[in-house]
Structures are given as C-alpha cells and as structure tokens.
C-alpha cells in the first residue's frame, strides 16, 4: 500500500539526469582492425569535432546574449509565484491587499501573477520563471537552498498573530466515526491528501506520526493523492471515499465560511486547541506562516519597495494576511530530518558525466562536457554570487528602512494619541461642566431672591453632584491613556448600557425612539462604551434640531456572532461633499465643534475590536452602526 512512497519523495527532491545503460564495447582485434571500424571511428571523431564547434560558439555568443537579457528583463513584467492549494477564492482573499500593494510599488512595471502547484513549483525556481514568490514555509526552505534569494516576509493575520506560529496541519475524519478518535487509530485506514510534496499537507502530520512511533511507510491501507484544491479532500472524507484526510489548519473554518461544509461535519484527531495565537483546530505543531521570498535576479530598488509596501499593510479583522519580518528556517530542517528527507538538489557532475558518456566517444565527449561544466560554472558562480550579494545588502537595508519605519510610525502614533487624548478630555467634560455652571447659577439667582424651595435645591445638588462624578470618569479615563494603563473590559450588555445613556440623556426623551434586545454581552469598558454611545446620540439630536418632526431611533440587537447599536435620525439631507466629510477629524457641521467626535468614536471602537459603520439614509438622515465581537463564554458554557 505505501509501495514506492521513497522514489516518489526522492523524485520531488532530486532533479538530476541519470543513465543506467548496461552496455559494454567488446574490443575484438580483428573486429578493430577492420577496415568498417575505422571508417565508423572517423565518422564518430568527425562528429566529435562538429560537437566541440558548436560549444565554441556557445561560450562566445553567451555573454553577449546573457547582457542583452539583463537589459531586457527591466522591460519585462515582474513575475509573482504564489503556490496555490487552497483554491482561487481563498486565495483570492488571502493576498488580495498584497497584490494591490505591489502592483503600486513597482509601478509603471507591470505584475505577472504565476499560480503553482507545490509539485511544479520547485521546477519554475530552477528555470528562474518568477522574480518573487508567496509559499508555504518549508516549501520555501527547499526552493531557496536549491536555487538561492531570501525569505524575506512572513505573512500573519488575526488568526495568526505570531509569525512563528501560523502553519500547522489538522487530521480530519467524519464525525460520526466512531472508530477513528485517537492518532493510534490511523493505522489500516485509508488516506486522503492533496500532495506528498506539501509541508503542511503532507510532511508536518507525517512528523508528527514518526514521533509517535508508527511507522509511517506502512501505516495506512492505500493512499489517494487528490492534487489541488486541497478542499477534495473534505469531499472525499465527507463521502467515506477516504477514512482519513491531512488538510491544513483553518481550511475547515474556511470551508464554512464559504458555505461548503459545517466544521461539526469532521471531527480532527488529536485537536490541540489553543496554541500561539491560534483560532482554528489543529493536530500538529504550528511551523511560520507562509513566506514571501525574493529571488537574486530582483533589483535592490524594486525589492526594498515591494517589502516596504507589503509592511505597511495593517492588521485586518478579517482572513486577509499582513506581513513581518522572517523568521529563520530551522523548523523546517527540524521536519525533514525526522523524515530522512534530503532537500538539496543533487544533480552534479557524476550525473553529468553519466548523461554525457556514450559508448562510441564517452571519453572525448566527458572530457569536452567537463570544460563547457568548469567555465559555464564558474561565470554562473561569479554572477550569481554578485547578485546574492545585492540581495543580502538589499534585504540588509530593507531591514534598516523597516525599523526606522516602525520608530517612527510609533513616534507619530505617540503624538497622535496626545493630541486625541486632548481634544476627548474637552470633548467629553463640556457637558458635565455645562451642567454644573448651568444649576450653580440658577441656584446663585433664586438664592438672591430667597426662591429655593428645598426639594429643587435637592435637585439642582443631585445634578450637580452627578455631573461631578461623570467629569472625574473622564478625567480617570484621560489619565489612564496618558500612563498607558491597560482597559479593564468586563462582561457587560450592551443594551443596559445603551438603556444607561438614555437615562443620563433622558431631556432628549421626546425625539428618542428606543428598541433594545437585552442579552447582547459583548466585552468592554463600560465608560468608554458609554462614551460611545452618548456621542452618537448627541449627534443625532443636534441633527433633528431644526426639523419639522424630529425623530431619533435607538436599537440594539445581536446575531450569531456580533452585538449592534444603531442610532439613525432624519436630520436635513446630505450633500455628497458633506456625507464624505463625516468623520474626518477637523471637519464638522455643528456650529462649535471641533470635527473630533467620530474621529474618538472609531479610536475607542478599535481597541474594543470594533467598527463604526455610517450610512446616509433615503430620503434624508444618518444611520450610525456600532458592531461588536458577541461575548458567547457563559451561553457555551450552559450549553455544555
């Protein structure tokens, strides 16, 4: 059943050209001095000579044509390899920011997308058929010790944060098995994978059994290789065609998020859970993610832009990948010595030699191959190690550039937030201190004329006091920004506090048509979700003020996975000019204001993984829609 499993790896590692032939020249005395052998010897010399002229004019014509060819690979697009086993969707998702990012930097050079297979990858490295490349981590390992360049990037994500912790493998079976729950149970069984030249795929579960002690050779009854998408093989196991599948981590996730397959449709083998960041089950150490490397042949110039753009892509909620710098390779060292998998192409100059001997001239012909070999060779070394070099000065300086970048990103984010952190603090204790003014005053003037009946007087104290205690949350809140005092987010319900704001802002009561779903817990500061929320409202009263039948709606619901606020009004209509000005700091529509508002909005949302999203509406008003990540610990928690 594992019948051949060590040719076939080897197959995919070795390149070389190698000539069995078992044929033998009988020497005869009377056969060599025959008047046909010499004639066929003179044939044979005759070619010799022909052969040896053509490589003459190989050598002479090849520098020339080798500079023209640098001159024209300016001209030419810049070749991007991505190796492809998810599917063009996903992948589609993954790097779709990335190829916007480089097709900017290289600019007016156009980009060329080269998809791959991990089997046909290998050999478009060593015919040079891309400039860059996006691949899995230990494929990576193999290409760039084969052919040189750098890894230079490690793709992460949300899912993904750690850059040393972000490919892994999960072993899949159907949920209904019974017989399958241990990795002891996988032998005998049948088994579905995409390549046995994947990393993930492939050779990190083969690992991962070889530590356990099974003998992966003999392990399983038959293996179905199934080529790309690696989404075959959850069909396969899905229909019983295959016992077992190797898929990577997060592709069942994935898989559903698409509307393919629900994960409780499998059940993974020995789920490790949580691990380094990690959200999807999986059954195996988690290796780097998938790397983007350079190859030599890549100019310093257009190198240090493409890195620089691909750092500069932020971190998204979504699957879409942003990237950091490299880890090294030694993980995937790790693997193929566990395996006794060679992963240096072994092609040299005994497959040279045996390629090129032939019984009629094997000699001659050895010998003129040897010179072509020594000189070719030497020039190629020569340039090639001028242009690893350039890579390693380039990648050197990318590195430099990329921390300078990430300093002074930070010194401005520094500035930002003290300039934010101002403009909250007057933003938000304006009211508090309003209200205070507002009743002082009123009592100094009924005081003056002995009009203060002793249950307003509570009143106005009352407000005063509360107006109080809502400034010093702000300043609290100011100061912990300032010394970088973590949040402190508890479980809170997001409609009780919507119900909250209402309450405190109870003078707007007649405009505000409230509907709130109680049980959307979610996460939070609750002083900053109040700030929120009150902000938004303010908003939208000071929209309805000069309408005919002002009105305010105030909702609150939840789905499967995201608790909403919404707060919509019917304020005057919007021109494009002014809906696209909406939230853009120093830009307002209020007489006083500062343009600050929604700018505090989306800053206090984000740290609370949030979003904000505003929606002009038909004929006229303002929706904004608060969303955040539902709070689900205590419901899971009685469902088990």
């Not at 478009?124 to 750098?150: E, H, K, P, V």
């Not at 890894?151 to 992460?156: E, H, I, S």
């Not at 098995?177 to 990393?199: H, Y």
């Not at 072509?372 to 070394?381: C, F, G, M, P, S």
Request: charged share 25%; proline share 4%.
């Amino acid at each position: 059943m594992f019948e051949g499993w060590d040719e076939k790896v080897s197959a995919f590692f070795y390149h070389g050209h190698c000539a069995h032939g078992n044929g033998r020249i009988r020497q005869s005395k009377d056969i060599f001095f025959s008047f046909r052998m010499v004639l066929s010897w003179l044939r044979k010399l005759r070619n010799v000579a022909a052969l040896f002229m053509v490589t003459i004019t190989l050598l002479v014509a090849w520098p020339v044509y080798a500079a023209s060819d640098v001159s024209r690979a300016h001209d030419r697009p810049l070749r991007l390899a991505i190796v492809n086993t998810y599917g063009q969707i996903l992948s589609n998702i993954y790097y779709g920011e990335s190829l916007k990012k480089i097709r900017a930097a290289i600019a007016p050079r156009p980009l060329e997308i080269r998809i791959y297979g991990p089997d046909t990858f290998l050999d478009a490295a060593r015919n040079d058929q891309f400039d860059m490349s996006i691949a899995s981590y230990g494929l990576t390992s193999i290409m760039l010790r084969q052919t040189g360049g750098a890894r230079v990037l490690t793709a992460v994500n949300k899912r993904f944060p750690d850059p040393y912790a972000g490919n892994g493998a999960a072993i899949i079976v159907r949920s209904d098995r019974q017989d399958i729950n241990t990795i002891e149970d996988l032998p005998n069984k049948s088994l579905a994978v995409m390549s046995i030249t994947a990393f993930a795929g492939w050779q990190v579960p083969m690992a991962e059994l070889t530590a356990l002690g099974i003998d992966v050779k003999r392990a399983f009854r038959d293996i179905r290789v199934t080529g790309e998408p690696m989404t075959q093989i959850l069909d396969l196991v899905h229909s019983g065609e295959a016992d077992v599948g190797f898929v990577v981590n997060c592709l069942l996730e994935d898989a559903q998020a698409l509307g393919k397959y629900k994960v409780d449709d499998f059940k993974v083998i020995g789920d490790r859970g949580a691990f380094s960041g990690s959200s999807c089950k999986h059954s195996t150490r988690l290796y780097p993610n998938w790397s983007f490397s350079i190859k030599p042949q890549m100019s310093p110039d257009e190198s240090k832009a493409v890195v620089m753009a691909l750092l500069s892509i932020p971190a998204s909620e979504d699957i879409s990948v942003n990237w950091t710098l490299t880890p090294d390779g030694t993980g995937a060292d790790a693997v193929f010595q566990q395996l006794n998998l060679p992963y240096a192409e072994a092609y040299g100059l005994r497959d040279l030699l045996l390629e090129y001997s032939g019984v009629a001239f094997g000699v001659l012909v050895a010998v003129l191959v040897l010179i072509v070999n020594i000189v070719v060779l030497t020039v190629a070394v020569r340039i090639r190690t001028k242009q690893t070099e350039k890579a390693l000065a380039a990648k050197m300086q990318s590195d430099l550039d990329a921390w300078r970048a990430a300093l002074k990103l930070r010194t401005m984010e520094k500035l930002s937030a003290v300039g934010t952190l101002s403009s909250m603090a007057a933003h938000e204790l304006k009211q508090p201190l309003t209200v205070v003014n507002n009743y002082a005053g009123s009592l100094r003037r009924r005081l003056m004329r002995s009009e203060v009946p002793r249950d307003v007087l509570i009143e106005a104290l009352t407000e005063i006091e509360e107006s109080g205690l809502k400034a010093a949350e702000v300043i609290d809140l100011v100061r912990g920004y300032a010394t970088n005092k973590e949040r402190t987010f508890v479980r809170t319900d997001l409609a009780m506090t919507a119900r909250h704001v209402l309450e405190r802002n109870r003078k707007y009561g007649h405009l505000i048509h409230p509907d709130f779903r109680l049980g959307t817990y979610v996460q939070a500061d609750t002083i900053e979700l109040e700030l929120v929320l009150t902000n938004l409202l303010k908003n939208a009263v000071a929209a309805v003020a000069d309408v005919e039948l002002p009105r305010v709606e105030f909702k609150v619901w939840r789905d499967e996975t995201y608790a909403y606020a919404s707060i919509a009004d019917n304020g005057k209509p919007l021109t494009d000019e002014q809906f696209a000005q909406i939230g853009q700091i120093g830009r307002t529509t209020k007489k006083n204001g500062m343009g600050m508002g929604l700018a505090i909005v989306k800053s206090l949302l984000e740290a609370h993984s949030g979003a904000l999203r505003i929606e002009r509406l038909e004929p006229c008003g303002i929706c904004c829609t608060v969303r955040l990540p539902l709070d689900l610990s205590e419901d899971e928690a009685q469902n088990q």
